[in-house]
C-alpha cells in the first residue's frame, strides 16, 4: 500500500519557519518525483515545489522562490519542505503527491497519482 504522510505542519508567526516532511512508503522512491502542493480556503490547489528522488532536480513556483527550500533524504525516503519568511498567504493545508518519473519542469498536481491527507499550516500576521 502507498502511503504518503506529511508532518511538521503549525501555527507560526509572519516572518518565522516550519519544516514540513513527507514520509513516503509503498514505492520505488528513486522512481518517483516528489510534489508539494497547498490549497488554502476558496482556493485551487496549487502547485509549490517538486524534487526528482531519481536526479535531485527540483522546481519552485515563483511565489515561493528565495524562501522555500525542497529536499530529500532518499535513505529514509522522506522529501523535507523547509519554509523561511513566512507570509499569512501561505496560510493553507500543504500536501506531498508523487508522481511516477515527474518533471520537474513544472508541478501540475494533475499529473500525481499518489497523496498524503496534508497538514494544515497557519501563518498569523
Known amino acids: 500500500e502507498v502511503q504518503l504522510v506529511e508532518s511538521g505542519g503549525g501555527l507560526v508567526q509572519a516572518g518565522g519557519s516550519l519544516r514540513l516532511s513527507c514520509l513516503v512508503s509503498?514505492?520505488?522512491?528513486?522512481?518517483?518525483?516528489i510534489g508539494w502542493f497547498r490549497q488554502a480556503p476558496g482556493k485551487e490547489r496549487e502547485g509549490v515545489s517538486c524534487?526528482?528522488?531519481?536526479?535531485?532536480?527540483?522546481y519552485y513556483a515563483d511565489f515561493v522562490k528565495d524562501r522555500f527550500t525542497i529536499s530529500s533524504d532518499n535513505a529514509k525516503n522522506t522529501v523535507y519542505l523547509q519554509m523561511n519568511s513566512l507570509k499569512p498567504e501561505d496560510t493553507a493545508v500543504y500536501y506531498c503527491?508523487?508522481?511516477?518519473?515527474?518533471?520537474?519542469?513544472?508541478?501540475?498536481?494533475?499529473?500525481?497519482?499518489?497523496w498524503g491527507q496534508g497538514t494544515q499550516v497557519t501563518v498569523s500576521s
Open positions: 524534487l526528482s528522488s531519481s536526479d535531485g532536480s527540483t
Open positions: 509503498g514505492l520505488s522512491f528513486d522512481d518517483y518525483t
Open positions: 503527491a508523487a508522481d511516477y518519473f515527474g518533471s520537474t519542469w513544472y508541478v501540475d498536481h494533475n499529473d500525481y497519482d499518489y
